[in-house]
């Protein structure tokens, strides 16, 4: 006879300890193992603690959202722990907050560096979340140029033309933009879905 005495409890993996993401896991993280990641140990500290007086099971550590090798620590981290399930990443920057450049480093490549590392640990039948914004639906990327986008590697989405000549050179547009590669983040693991994504933004069904 088995007996689960919480040793194996489903993970529940935070990057961006902010408060829009700490409320998401306090809705979730009840019975669960929970890993909070975030640039500010102060943060950290300060979430972590506030978690474990509520009563949750919660481990931090120091994540830097920019860098690949940090979110892939990070993810291996979450991994060690148990069972991926759960995916959040509230980590960004608005436009009245950052350049054009930290904009497309940190939301769009950073981002898409977390879905990366975290496509690869999650568990049979987990979720990510990646938060988004209504900007996402502000600027009209072409089609031809969002199926580019899903098509290249992260690490060389700032080389794209479209990124250049577009993004990097306006926060405002940085962000619309890369928001819009939220929406797209799942199809970038599975391009069969752009099309999909694409004709709902059009009002249309979501097949043929």
């Given at each position: 006879?088995?007996?689960?005495?919480?040793?194996?409890?489903?993970?529940?993996?935070?990057?961006?300890?902010?408060?829009?993401?700490?409320?998401?896991?306090?809705?979730?993280?009840?019975?669960?193992?929970?890993?909070?990641?975030?640039?500010?140990?102060?943060?950290?500290?300060?979430?972590?603690?506030?978690?474990?007086?509520?009563?949750?099971?919660?481990?931090?550590?120091?994540?830097?959202?920019?860098?690949?090798?940090?979110?892939?620590?990070?993810?291996?981290?979450?991994?060690?722990?148990?069972?991926?399930?759960?995916?959040?990443?509230?980590?960004?920057?608005?436009?009245?907050?950052?350049?054009?450049?930290?904009?497309?480093?940190?939301?769009?490549?950073?981002?898409?560096?977390?879905?990366?590392?975290?496509?690869?640990?999650?568990?049979?039948?987990?979720?990510?979340?990646i938060i988004s914004s209504q900007?996402?639906?502000?600027?009209?990327?072409?089609?031809?140029?969002?199926?580019?986008?899903?098509?290249?590697?992260?690490?060389?989405?700032?080389?794209?033309?479209?990124?250049?000549?577009?993004?990097?050179?306006?926060?405002?547009?940085?962000?619309?933009?890369?928001?819009?590669?939220?929406?797209?983040?799942?199809?970038?693991?599975?391009?069969?879905?752009?099309?999909?994504?694409?004709?709902?933004?059009?009002?249309?069904?979501?097949?043929?």
């Amino acid at each position: 006879m088995y007996f689960d005495r919480n040793e194996h409890k489903q993970v529940v993996a935070l990057l961006g300890a902010g408060s829009m993401g700490t409320a998401i896991v306090r809705r979730i993280g009840a019975g669960k193992k929970i890993l909070l990641g975030d640039i500010s140990e102060k943060a950290l500290e300060r979430v972590g603690e506030d978690f474990s007086r509520c009563g949750y099971d919660v481990e931090t550590m120091q994540v830097n959202a920019l860098q690949k090798d940090s979110i892939e620590a990070f993810a291996k981290k979450a991994a060690e722990l148990g069972p991926v399930m759960y995916f959040i990443d509230t980590a960004g920057a608005s436009p009245n907050q950052a350049n054009p450049e930290h904009i497309v480093d940190l939301d769009m490549v950073g981002t898409g560096y977390a879905v990366d590392a975290f496509g690869e640990v999650m568990a049979e039948g987990g979720a990510g979340l990646i938060i988004s914004s209504q900007a996402a639906y502000m600027y009209p990327i072409p089609n031809d140029i969002e199926l580019q986008l899903v098509q290249t590697p992260t690490a060389k989405l700032k080389e794209v033309k479209f990124i250049q000549e577009v993004a990097m050179q306006n926060s405002g547009f940085a962000y619309m933009i890369a928001k819009r590669l939220h929406h797209l983040a799942g199809c970038r693991r599975h391009p069969i879905g752009l099309r999909r994504v694409q004709r709902q933004r059009r009002g249309l069904p979501a097949h043929d």
